[in-house]
């Protein structure tokens, strides 16, 4: 492995960017963005799709932003407790996690926009869980990054952020292209949330195959 500290930038990146558990992390955390950007459109959902008056319509919006965060707390206590245990290996207790959340969320979504014809409740009340269960994904990648990059994961996020702007510019016009002009037709919101579906399972089967818990990066 490089170890000078004199090595180019582009070695040094050649050199990180060639292990595929760094695309493991790089290809999830896409996926995840993918889903946030997307959920930009909630509040035009709930309000126009939904009928929600607008006098709950803050409160609604902010169940699962507090949900998630409490969740994350909790989550990311549990997964550090059992990893410092040394019982289980660090990545089986990520994949744990990650596999429980993507797949909540993920389906939550898509049952929610297709209950939503029989029942606003029902389908409300499954999109919230579905926000809720996203939050905890994204700490549970940075944590795995830090597990491969150590020191390296600051300067990571920053190459990230380049693909996740991507995905979040993309992700709200894409959502523009299929939802269209009516946004009370829910067919379009179907498309977009069951290709958010598509996005959790992408990342979490790429992220499954080639996620490690070890440094693979010694520069």
């Not at 492995?1 to 595929?20: G, M, N, R, V, W």
């Not at 926009?113 to 499954?126: E, I, K, T, Y």
């Not at 959502?175 to 009516?182: H, R």
Request: with cysteine; aromatic share 10%; net charge neutral.
């Amino acid at each position: 492995e490089p170890s000078s500290q004199d090595i180019s930038f582009f070695a040094k990146y050649s050199h990180i960017l060639s292990h595929t558990a760094i695309w493991a992390v790089i290809v999830d955390t896409a996926c995840i963005i993918w889903v946030y950007g997307s959920f930009t459109w909630l509040p035009t959902f709930l309000l126009q799709t939904m009928d929600l008056p607008t006098t709950v319509l803050g409160y609604i919006l902010a169940v699962p932003i507090v949900a998630g965060v409490i969740l994350s707390i909790l989550v990311g206590f549990i997964s550090d407790r059992t990893i410092k245990k040394g019982v289980v290996r660090t990545l089986t207790v990520r994949r744990v996690v990650l596999v429980a959340c993507h797949i909540i969320a993920g389906l939550c979504l898509v049952l929610g926009a297709l209950l939503a014809d029989q029942s606003r409740n029902g389908g409300v009340a499954l999109i919230i869980v579905a926000h809720t269960f996203a939050m905890p994904i994204m700490p549970q990648i940075y944590a795995n990054m830090y597990d491969v990059v150590g020191r390296r994961s600051g300067e990571l996020i920053g190459v990230m952020n380049i693909i996740d702007c991507v995905m979040e510019i993309g992700s709200p016009l894409y959502g523009s292209a299929v939802i269209g002009k009516d946004t009370h037709e829910l067919s379009g919101w179907k498309i977009m949330f069951s290709t958010c579906f598509a996005m959790y399972m992408i990342g979490l089967i790429f992220w499954n195959i080639f996620a490690k818990d070890k440094t693979v990066v010694k520069i």
